[in-house]
């Protein structure tokens, strides 16, 4: 089952989809945002059946101190309106500090400063996804 991971901000989407197994997650591409959900929510299904997306976790952006804030509030919202309008399992994830870290790995993969702004977004997507499958896999893991 195919999961797709979102990284949503006010200008740019970042999208990663995890493998068929949903063991890892990979960056596939920024959205570039149209400033309208209807807009990002048709990107985004044309995305789901592409890679055949069974499910979808969208980054929640909480305060360091646990709190929710007006982003949080936005996530919430589009999370959803993705969930009723694509009919698929929408789950939300903690993201904090995400992109920071996605801007230290490229930073240490010496990246230019312009081919970061590029991926950022992706690999915070990545990284929101993969921390999303690691916990998943180890649920399920113990479970056996």
């Known amino acids: 089952m195919r999961i797709m991971g979102l990284d949503l901000g006010d200008k740019r989407i970042g999208v990663a989809v995890s493998d068929p197994m949903g063991w890892t997650a990979q960056g596939v591409e920024v959205i570039v945002s149209k400033g309208s959900s209807k807009a990002d929510i048709e990107k985004i299904r044309e995305m789901v059946q592409k890679y055949e997306v069974e499910q979808i976790v969208v980054g929640l952006p909480i305060n360091m101190d646990g709190s929710y804030g007006q982003r949080a509030e936005k ?15 929408v789950e939300l994830w903690d993201e904090r500090l995400s992109t920071v870290q996605a801007e230290k790995l490229l930073i240490e993969a010496d990246l230019s400063r312009s081919k970061r702004r590029r991926v950022v977004d992706k690999m915070a997507a990545a990284l929101i996804l993969q921390g999303y499958l690691d916990s998943r896999n180890k649920k399920l893991s113990s479970e056996n």
Request: proline share 7%.
């Open 75 to 89: 996530t919430r919202i589009m999370a959803n309106r993705l969930a009723g309008t694509l009919h698929l399992p």
